[in-house]
């Protein structure tokens, strides 16, 4: 199957820092991309859809301005947690889709101080 | 509001059994089905899929059945292996769209 890797895998942080995650697919061209994440014992949840050469679709109630999202390419998506404080804490998944299927990058564990 | 559920949030199993994880669905618009595989602190592995215009796909140990009439579907995982042991996702999406809607989980766990 297809190959999308995520960057870094983990992050710990200080309180009104921002990090950038950034999705690649490796295999193949993803014209877009999501964003998840995922709190303990919980679901995926979705963040926004990233497109490539046009702004992101965030989903209701998820702050563009705190979660930037930048897919400059058709292979690398990238996430930007905007001054971030610990209820960002949390694992974030991206994924890329490819012809019917969306494949998953590992996740990326932030943790916020 | 949840459009995919998984009911069963946990699931034991003896080695070499069926596994049967079950999904349903309220959105009847959906025609795509997926199921996703994930262990901690990993991102979902894909499984299988399955089109609303089939009842039954298959790959190997795992077989999707889906049921339409009852917004119902099914893995089936057998046998089961200790490997298998994971939280198993079911997912759908529409006609036209890339985003998919996730269920809540379920953890498998088979005993050796």
């Known amino acids: 199957g297809a190959v999308v890797s995520q960057h870094p895998s983990w992050v710990i942080c200080k309180s009104g820092t921002s990090v950038k995650i950034e999705c690649r697919s490796l295999?193949?061209?993803?014209?877009?991309m999501f964003w998840y994440r995922q709190f303990p014992k919980q679901s995926l949840m979705l963040m926004a859809t990233?497109?490539?050469?046009?702004?992101?679709?965030?989903e209701q109630g998820v702050e563009k301005d705190k979660f930037l999202i930048n897919h400059a390419s058709l292979t690398l998506s990238t996430l930007t947690v905007t001054s971030a404080h610990p209820e960002d804490s949390s694992f974030y998944i991206c994924?890329?889709?490819?012809?019917?299927?969306?494949?998953f990058g590992p996740g990326t564990r932030l943790l916020v101080l | 509001d949840q459009q995919v559920k998984q009911n069963s949030p946990s699931l034991s199993v003896q080695e070499g059994r069926i596994s049967i994880l079950n999904c349903d669905y309220t959105?009847?618009?959906?025609?795509?089905f997926l199921w996703y595989k994930k262990y901690p602190a990993e991102g979902p592995t894909f499984l299988i899929s399955?089109?609303?215009?089939?009842d039954k796909n298959e790959d190997g140990r795992f077989t999707v059945f889906l049921n339409k009439s009852a917004k119902h579907l099914s893995l089936h995982i057998v046998p089961s292996q200790p490997g298998d042991s994971a939280v198993y996702f079911c997912?759908?999406?529409?006609?036209?769209?890339?985003?998919?809607?996730f269920g809540t989980g379920t953890r498998l766990t088979v005993i050796p």
């Open positions: 994924s890329a889709s490819s012809e019917e299927t969306q494949y």
């Open positions: 295999d193949f061209q993803a014209t877009t």
């Open positions: 959105n009847s618009m959906f025609d795509y």
């Open positions: 997912a759908a999406r529409f006609t036209g769209a890339n985003n998919l809607f």
């Open positions: 990233s497109n490539e050469g046009s702004k992101a679709t965030y």
């Open positions: 399955i089109s609303s215009i089939k």
